[in-house]
Structures are given as C-alpha cells and as structure tokens.
C-alpha cells in the first residue's frame, strides 16, 4: 500500500518569497514520486517527478523538489514566488516499475501568492 | 500531439440518470486511466486500461460504473442510476508504456453535478 501526506491544506506567501509545500509518503516498495500543479477548472500538470535518479529534481516554471529517504519526504520548493503560481498543488505516488502504475495523490495544497 | 481531450466539459443531470463521458487519450498513448476528484480532495484512481483491456479496478468502481475502451483509442465512463455523491470532477489521464518518461499527462476533466 501506499498514500502521501500533504501538510498543510493552505499556504499564503508573498510576492518573491520562498515557496515550501511540504509531502510526506509511504510506501513498501522504492516509490516513484509527482508533483502535479492543477490551476481552476482544469486538469492536472506535471511539475515535477523522481524515478530513483537524482535526489534533486528541477521542475517547470523554477520549482525543484528533493527525495529524503530518511524522512520519506518529497517537499516542493521555490525560491521567489510569483503571482502566476497561485494553484492547487498535489504530491502523488506510484510503485511504477514493479506493476502498479496507478497514481495516489495527498489531498493537495492550495497556495496563495500575497502581492 | 493535441493533448486528452474529454467530453463534456461539464454535465449536470438529474439523480437517477445515466451520463456517459468520453476520453480521448494522446494518439500513440496505450494507457489510459480514470480518476475521480471530488471537492477539496486530490483525484483517487478508479480504473486503467492498457490498449483495450481493462487491467485494473478500484473499489470505489461500484456496480453502477462501467469504463470501456473498445478498440484501444477513446474510452467511455458510464454511470448509471445516479447519486448526488458522484457528484465530483471526473479525470482522464494517458501514459505510453514502457516510456522512459513515466508520466500521466491529464485531460481538462468532466465535471458532474447531479441535482
């Protein structure tokens, strides 16, 4: 089984600060992980992902995430946020590779940009 | 590479009636799959097909939902006898597999609302 944890339902920042989204999995086998951005009325867009290469993955539009093992955390991060990343943002999990491909998403993160 | 497309964008329909939706995936995509995001919540997976067969089902698949993809391109969501709680946004997603990219890229989904 798996399932992600998102910590935080809402988050406000302003203009040009640091942008943190925090996501935290589990899972029995080495996890694929997603961060998916989806703006109002539509569908889903993929920021970023891990498949077991580097540790730090860089994304669209600035954002990067990192795979902590030892914590079994996924945190998004962008250095200076702007207005146009106002959005719901969901870390999800698969087990890609051992015949389960299905994703399983945390209830997502809705971020608000101060200006 | 027109991207999912899906049909309706938006249906309203009266408890106890049935609503077929339609999914059409990237063209050279042999999977496809089916979420259900319902408000304030990340989309949960109901089911995958790879080329026309159906590999996968969720138990929140009840008998009154129906997915099939004929000749492995577009797939059709069928429910039938409607409740106010399938009231929710309706995803398809489409992956090639064996791609080295591991991504699900998402259709604007189908949004239900049953009065």
């Known amino acids: 089984a798996q399932s992600v944890t998102q910590l935080g339902s809402h988050v406000s920042v302003s203009e040009g600060a640091l942008v943190l989204l925090r996501c935290n999995y589990s899972s029995s086998v080495p996890p694929y992980l997603f961060w998916y951005v989806q703006y109002p009325n539509q569908g889903l867009q993929l920021l970023l992902k891990?498949?077991?290469?580097?540790?730090l993955v860089k994304g669209i539009n600035g954002f990067e995430a990192e795979f902590k093992k030892s914590e079994t955390s996924f945190h998004l991060t962008k250095p200076s946020a702007h207005m146009s990343d106002a959005a719901e943002y969901f870390c999800?999990?698969?087990?890609?590779?051992?015949?389960?491909?299905?994703?399983?998403f945390g209830t997502g993160t809705r971020l608000t940009i101060i200006p | 590479d027109t991207g999912v497309s899906q049909d309706p964008r938006h249906k309203i329909t009266k408890r106890g009636q049935n609503v077929t939706f339609r999914c059409d995936p990237i063209?050279?995509?042999?999977?496809l799959y089916w979420y259900r995001q319902t408000l304030g919540q990340g989309p949960e997976f109901l089911t995958y097909?790879?080329?026309?067969?159906?590999?996968?089902k969720s138990r929140l698949l009840s008998d009154r939902f129906s997915a099939e993809r004929p000749k492995g391109s577009f797939s059709t969501l069928e429910i039938q006898r409607t409740e106010q709680g399938d009231s929710a946004m309706y995803l398809c997603?489409?992956?090639?597999?064996?791609?080295?990219?591991?991504?699900?890229?998402f259709g604007p989904g189908t949004r239900l609302t049953v009065t």
């Open positions: 063209s050279e995509h042999n999977r």
């Open positions: 891990y498949t077991s290469a580097a540790t």
């Open positions: 997603a489409s992956s090639l597999q064996g791609s080295l990219t591991y991504e699900q890229y």
């Open positions: 097909f790879q080329n026309e067969a159906q590999l996968e």
């Open positions: 999800a999990v698969s087990s890609l590779g051992f015949g389960n491909e299905k994703l399983t």
